[in-house]
């Protein structure tokens, strides 16, 4: 037998104008926003592509996937790396 229970979904609530605040603790709220490379457009979606390390390049030796994340414009399309 499977004695599994089941996970609710609750909707959250999320406060946008104070998020920057809570983050990075400094007013961001006179700060430009980033804008795409090809257009003007300032609203992006975070993608994931993979890449394949064969174990000759990899770290510890073994082959793996490894996941990069990317930032995509939402207005043009153009893909930007995103970087921490």
Not at 19 to 39: L, T
């Amino acid at each position: 037998m499977n004695n599994v229970t089941p996970i609710k979904k609750q909707p959250i609530s999320v406060n946008l104008d104070a998020m920057p605040d809570e983050i990075c603790g400094a007013d961001v709220s006179d700060q430009p926003f980033q804008q795409g490379q090809k257009c003007d457009g300032k609203e992006f979606t975070k993608i994931f592509m993979f890449k394949r390390l064969s174990a000759l390049v990899s770290p510890n030796g073994m082959e793996q996937v490894v996941q990069l994340e990317f930032l995509k414009c939402l207005k043009c399309g153009a893909v930007k790396r995103f970087k921490q």
